[in-house]
Protein backbone atom coordinates (compact mmCIF):
# COMPACT_ATOMS: atom_id res chain seq x y z
CA UNK A 1 0.00 0.00 0.00
CA UNK A 2 0.96 3.55 -0.22
CA UNK A 3 2.21 5.63 2.47
CA UNK A 4 3.61 9.27 2.77
CA UNK A 5 5.54 10.59 5.01
CA UNK A 6 6.17 14.69 5.66
CA UNK A 7 8.56 16.11 8.92
CA UNK A 8 8.99 17.67 10.88
CA UNK A 9 5.78 17.72 12.60
CA UNK A 10 6.54 21.07 14.05
CA UNK A 11 9.46 23.15 13.67
CA UNK A 12 10.32 26.74 14.92
CA UNK A 13 12.35 28.82 13.61
CA UNK A 14 13.30 32.44 13.98
CA UNK A 15 12.74 34.97 11.18
CA UNK A 16 15.88 34.94 8.34
CA UNK A 17 16.90 31.12 9.22
CA UNK A 18 16.13 29.03 6.16
CA UNK A 19 13.99 26.17 5.79
CA UNK A 20 13.52 22.52 4.56
CA UNK A 21 10.46 20.68 4.72
CA UNK A 22 10.89 17.27 3.40
CA UNK A 23 8.00 14.30 2.16
CA UNK A 24 8.65 10.81 1.12
CA UNK A 25 5.65 8.80 -1.04
CA UNK A 26 6.16 4.73 -0.64
CA UNK A 27 4.81 2.01 -2.43
CA UNK A 28 4.29 3.95 -6.29
CA UNK A 29 6.21 5.43 -9.16
CA UNK A 30 5.50 8.90 -10.24
CA UNK A 31 3.36 10.48 -8.68
CA UNK A 32 2.33 14.34 -8.92
CA UNK A 33 3.42 15.66 -5.97
CA UNK A 34 2.15 18.99 -4.21
CA UNK A 35 3.10 21.15 -1.59
CA UNK A 36 -0.36 23.36 0.30
CA UNK A 37 -0.12 25.80 3.16
CA UNK A 38 -2.88 25.82 5.81
CA UNK A 39 -3.74 28.88 7.38
CA UNK A 40 -5.63 29.42 10.75
CA UNK A 41 -6.59 25.79 9.99
CA UNK A 42 -9.05 26.85 7.22
CA UNK A 43 -8.76 26.78 3.38
CA UNK A 44 -5.78 25.10 1.35
CA UNK A 45 -3.39 27.10 -0.85
CA UNK A 46 -1.70 25.45 -3.41
CA UNK A 47 1.95 26.77 -3.59
CA UNK A 48 3.68 23.72 -5.77
CA UNK A 49 3.51 20.99 -7.83
CA UNK A 50 5.36 18.34 -9.21
CA UNK A 51 4.65 15.64 -12.22
CA UNK A 52 8.16 14.65 -12.57
CA UNK A 53 11.56 14.68 -11.36
CA UNK A 54 13.23 18.26 -11.69
CA UNK A 55 9.45 19.46 -12.77
CA UNK A 56 8.52 22.30 -10.63
CA UNK A 57 5.25 24.56 -10.92
CA UNK A 58 4.80 27.40 -8.75
CA UNK A 59 1.58 28.47 -7.89
CA UNK A 60 1.79 31.68 -6.18
CA UNK A 61 4.74 34.14 -6.02
CA UNK A 62 6.64 33.95 -2.72
CA UNK A 63 9.75 33.35 -0.43
CA UNK A 64 9.40 29.59 -1.35
CA UNK A 65 10.62 27.00 -3.20
CA UNK A 66 10.28 23.42 -4.12
CA UNK A 67 12.46 21.25 -5.29
CA UNK A 68 11.95 16.89 -6.37
CA UNK A 69 15.34 15.11 -6.05
CA UNK A 70 13.89 11.79 -6.92
CA UNK A 71 10.59 10.67 -8.16
CA UNK A 72 9.16 10.15 -4.52
CA UNK A 73 10.72 13.07 -2.56
CA UNK A 74 9.50 16.55 -2.67
CA UNK A 75 11.55 19.17 -0.66
CA UNK A 76 9.98 22.89 0.38
CA UNK A 77 12.62 25.09 0.79
CA UNK A 78 13.29 28.59 1.77
CA UNK A 79 16.99 30.94 2.08
CA UNK A 80 15.22 33.53 4.78
CA UNK A 81 11.68 32.76 6.87
CA UNK A 82 9.57 36.00 7.02
CA UNK A 83 7.06 35.65 9.37
CA UNK A 84 4.36 35.44 6.83
CA UNK A 85 5.09 31.58 5.87
CA UNK A 86 4.11 30.54 9.58
CA UNK A 87 1.03 28.34 8.84
CA UNK A 88 0.41 24.55 8.98
CA UNK A 89 2.14 22.85 5.66
CA UNK A 90 1.23 19.71 3.81
CA UNK A 91 2.50 17.79 1.05
CA UNK A 92 -0.03 15.21 -0.95
CA UNK A 93 0.19 13.05 -3.84
CA UNK A 94 -1.80 11.68 -6.28
CA UNK A 95 -1.83 8.89 -9.43
CA UNK A 96 -0.24 10.50 -12.54
CA UNK A 97 -2.37 11.14 -15.40
CA UNK A 98 -5.36 10.17 -13.69
CA UNK A 99 -7.60 13.17 -13.55
CA UNK A 100 -10.25 12.25 -11.40
CA UNK A 101 -7.71 11.06 -8.70
CA UNK A 102 -8.13 12.15 -5.02
CA UNK A 103 -5.49 13.35 -3.09
CA UNK A 104 -3.30 11.59 -0.44
CA UNK A 105 -2.06 14.38 2.34
CA UNK A 106 0.74 13.83 4.91
CA UNK A 107 0.30 14.37 8.19
CA UNK A 108 1.18 18.04 7.91
CA UNK A 109 4.17 20.46 9.47
CA UNK A 110 3.34 23.05 12.02
CA UNK A 111 5.67 26.13 11.01
CA UNK A 112 6.11 28.46 13.11
CA UNK A 113 8.34 31.73 13.08
CA UNK A 114 8.92 34.00 15.35
CA UNK B 1 -11.50 29.73 -12.53
CA UNK B 2 -12.97 27.40 -10.53
CA UNK B 3 -14.56 28.42 -6.85
CA UNK B 4 -16.14 26.36 -3.84
CA UNK B 5 -17.83 27.84 -1.26
CA UNK B 6 -18.73 26.42 2.19
CA UNK B 7 -21.40 29.18 3.80
CA UNK B 8 -21.15 27.65 7.01
CA UNK B 9 -18.28 28.06 8.76
CA UNK B 10 -19.56 26.10 12.13
CA UNK B 11 -22.33 23.22 12.27
CA UNK B 12 -23.75 22.08 14.99
CA UNK B 13 -25.69 18.58 15.36
CA UNK B 14 -26.74 16.69 18.04
CA UNK B 15 -25.72 12.86 18.16
CA UNK B 16 -27.96 10.55 16.66
CA UNK B 17 -29.29 13.74 14.18
CA UNK B 18 -29.19 13.98 10.76
CA UNK B 19 -26.22 16.48 9.69
CA UNK B 20 -25.90 18.56 6.48
CA UNK B 21 -22.57 20.52 5.11
CA UNK B 22 -23.19 22.72 2.48
CA UNK B 23 -21.11 22.94 -0.94
CA UNK B 24 -21.88 24.93 -4.12
CA UNK B 25 -18.95 25.40 -6.31
CA UNK B 26 -18.10 27.10 -10.42
CA UNK B 27 -15.78 25.09 -12.73
CA UNK B 28 -15.81 25.07 -16.33
CA UNK B 29 -17.14 21.96 -18.02
CA UNK B 30 -17.69 18.46 -16.13
CA UNK B 31 -16.88 18.97 -12.42
CA UNK B 32 -14.77 16.91 -10.58
CA UNK B 33 -16.21 17.01 -6.84
CA UNK B 34 -14.13 15.86 -3.36
CA UNK B 35 -14.69 15.59 0.25
CA UNK B 36 -11.93 15.41 2.77
CA UNK B 37 -11.94 15.91 6.68
CA UNK B 38 -9.33 17.03 8.94
CA UNK B 39 -8.58 15.93 12.42
CA UNK B 40 -6.50 18.73 14.50
CA UNK B 41 -3.17 18.49 13.52
CA UNK B 42 -3.45 16.46 11.13
CA UNK B 43 -3.57 15.70 7.00
CA UNK B 44 -6.72 15.49 5.35
CA UNK B 45 -8.03 12.51 4.76
CA UNK B 46 -10.31 11.79 1.70
CA UNK B 47 -14.03 10.97 2.29
CA UNK B 48 -15.85 10.63 -1.36
CA UNK B 49 -15.85 12.24 -4.43
CA UNK B 50 -18.17 12.34 -7.77
CA UNK B 51 -16.43 12.09 -10.78
CA UNK B 52 -19.86 11.25 -12.93
CA UNK B 53 -23.20 8.49 -12.74
CA UNK B 54 -24.73 8.27 -9.61
CA UNK B 55 -26.01 11.51 -8.06
CA UNK B 56 -25.68 10.30 -5.12
CA UNK B 57 -22.24 8.88 -4.01
CA UNK B 58 -21.57 7.04 -0.50
CA UNK B 59 -18.18 7.56 1.15
CA UNK B 60 -16.15 6.77 4.19
CA UNK B 61 -17.46 6.32 7.52
CA UNK B 62 -21.41 6.19 6.30
CA UNK B 63 -21.23 9.72 4.68
CA UNK B 64 -23.08 10.50 1.55
CA UNK B 65 -23.00 13.31 -0.89
CA UNK B 66 -25.03 14.92 -3.36
CA UNK B 67 -24.40 16.31 -6.45
CA UNK B 68 -27.03 18.81 -7.82
CA UNK B 69 -26.41 20.40 -11.35
CA UNK B 70 -28.90 22.88 -11.47
CA UNK B 71 -27.69 23.81 -7.69
CA UNK B 72 -24.10 23.75 -8.65
CA UNK B 73 -24.27 22.02 -5.34
CA UNK B 74 -22.58 18.77 -3.30
CA UNK B 75 -23.46 18.75 -0.31
CA UNK B 76 -22.08 16.43 2.45
CA UNK B 77 -24.67 14.39 4.83
CA UNK B 78 -24.57 11.36 7.36
CA UNK B 79 -28.34 9.98 8.82
CA UNK B 80 -27.06 9.71 12.32
CA UNK B 81 -24.19 12.11 13.60
CA UNK B 82 -21.65 10.48 16.03
CA UNK B 83 -18.96 12.38 18.66
CA UNK B 84 -16.31 11.32 16.32
CA UNK B 85 -17.58 13.00 13.25
CA UNK B 86 -16.85 15.98 14.63
CA UNK B 87 -14.06 17.82 12.43
CA UNK B 88 -13.12 19.84 9.88
CA UNK B 89 -14.66 19.02 6.41
CA UNK B 90 -13.85 20.53 3.42
CA UNK B 91 -15.31 20.41 -0.40
CA UNK B 92 -13.02 20.88 -3.48
CA UNK B 93 -13.80 20.99 -7.23
CA UNK B 94 -11.62 20.32 -10.30
CA UNK B 95 -12.22 20.71 -13.86
CA UNK B 96 -10.76 18.27 -16.27
CA UNK B 97 -6.86 19.23 -15.37
CA UNK B 98 -4.46 17.56 -12.86
CA UNK B 99 -5.82 16.32 -9.41
CA UNK B 100 -3.83 18.41 -7.39
CA UNK B 101 -5.18 22.17 -9.04
CA UNK B 102 -8.53 21.42 -7.15
CA UNK B 103 -9.47 24.73 -5.12
CA UNK B 104 -10.67 23.71 -1.64
CA UNK B 105 -13.48 25.36 0.28
CA UNK B 106 -12.59 27.44 3.59
CA UNK B 107 -13.81 24.23 5.43
CA UNK B 108 -16.69 23.52 7.64
CA UNK B 109 -15.95 22.83 11.47
CA UNK B 110 -18.31 19.71 12.08
CA UNK B 111 -19.16 19.54 15.88
CA UNK B 112 -21.38 17.02 17.31
CA UNK B 113 -22.84 17.18 20.89
CA UNK B 114 -23.86 14.01 23.02
Known amino acids: SQTIHQWPATLVQPVGSPLSLECTVE??????LYWYRQAAGRGLQLLFYSVGIGQISSEVPQNLSASRPQDRQFILSSKKLLLSDSGFYLCAWSVADRTNEKLFFGSGTQLSVL | AQSVAQPEDQVNVAEGNPLTVKCTYS??????LFWYVQYPNRGLQFLLK??????LVKGSYGFEAEFNKSQTSFHLKKPSALVSDSALYFC????????????FGDGTTLTVKP
Open chain 2, 27 to 32: VSGNPY
Open chain 2, 50 to 55: YITGDN
Open chain 1, 27 to 32: GTSNPN
Open chain 2, 92 to 103: AVRGNTNAGKST
